[in-house]
């Protein structure tokens, strides 16, 4: 079956560059598009960026300039690069596979998650 493990989480500081990963197993990996979604406390869940197969790329206006997101096929791996770390940045990041619905990136497997906690 499919499985998509995170991992690259904890607790940073602002201004932190941590790097999420996120492995891929039991599908085809570069035929997916692939997501990172975020959810804050008390916030419902938020799509931060997706790369589509052929390796276009769509940012929320909050991460723009500040997250990258990258995918490595050999690797069945997609990343998620943050920099410039805020506190509103916590939550808990999902990586997902995903499909395109009318240009729009449509989730249909979700990774158990890994939580980033930006506090000094």
């Known amino acids: 079956q499919v499985q998509l493990v995170e991992s690259g989480g904890g607790l940073v500081q602002p201004g932190g560059s941590p790097r999420l990963s996120c492995a891929a197993s039991g599908m085809i990996f570069s035929a997916n598009a692939m997501g990172w979604y975020r959810q804050a406390p008390g916030k419902e869940r938020e799509l931060v960026a997706d790369?589509?197969?052929?390796?276009?790329?769509t940012y929320a206006d909050s991460v723009k300039g500040r997250f990258t997101i990258s995918r490595d096929n050999a690797k069945n791996t997609v990343y998620l690069q943050m920099n410039s770390l805020k506190p509103e940045d916590t939550g808990v990041y999902y990586c997902?596979?995903?499909?395109?619905?009318?240009?729009?990136?449509?989730?249909?497997?979700w990774g158990q998650g890994t939580q980033v906690t930006v506090s000094s």
């Open positions: 997902s596979r995903g499909t395109y619905y009318r240009g729009t990136y449509s989730p249909n497997i």
């Open positions: 790369i589509d197969r052929g390796g276009r790329i």
